[in-house]
């Protein structure tokens, strides 16, 4: 499948109901993309059941891939929290029995090991500075001196499942 999302924040947003301005946390916000909503995402997966001999065997390899476009995992869009596109892999083979009363699969979930970032957020009691400012200051970032940390995704796992009916 392919999904073409084009989402953005209003350009006029307020702080609240009252129209008091938008807080400055979130100056960033107003027509820009929505936060963790990539424009492209790309999904596809094969399987093949194929039939190994004449005795009620059937074999099982699959695949499936996920491709995203980049973008921003930060609930303010600081540059510093933005996330390149990236593609993720998942795959299994195994064996079936007659009419699949049982099965024996090995699989594996982000086969490659994609290592990528669900979301970023500003380290709270953190500042990256030193009392003479220089330390992490860049005037070309919004909160150039904050230290960030990131929650991230699920490394290469593997395993086996066996699988049965009564």
């Known amino acids: 499948g392919l999904t073409y999302a084009k989402t953005k924040y209003r ?18 916000l107003p027509g820009n993309n929505l936060s963790n909503a990539p ?5 596809g997966s094969v399987a093949w059941t194929p039939d190994i001999g004449s005795s009620g065997l059937t074999g099982l390899v699959y695949i499936d891939g996920r491709m995203t476009s980049d973008y921003n995992t930060g609930s303010d869009l600081f540059p510093q929290k933005a996330q390149d596109g990236y ?7 195994g064996i079936r029995g007659p009419d699949e009363k049982w099965g024996l699969e090995f699989w594996g979930q982000n086969i490659f ?10 380290s709270p009691f953190q500042e990256g500075g030193t009392s003479t400012g220089t330390a992490f200051a860049d005037p ?11 929650f991230l995704a699920e490394p290469r796992t593997y395993g086996v ?3 049965g009916k009564f």
């Open 140 to 150: 070309q970032f919004p909160g150039g001196r904050q230290i960030f940390s990131q």
């Open 11 to 28: 350009n006029n947003l307020v702080g609240n109901d009252s129209g008091a301005p938008l807080d400055q946390a979130l100056r960033l």
């Open 87 to 93: 593609a993720l892999f998942n795959a299994r083979i």
């Open 39 to 43: 424009e492209l995402v790309a999904t």
């Open 161 to 163: 499942t066996l699988r």
């Open 113 to 122: 090991n994609k290592q990528y970032a669900q979301v970023a957020f500003n």
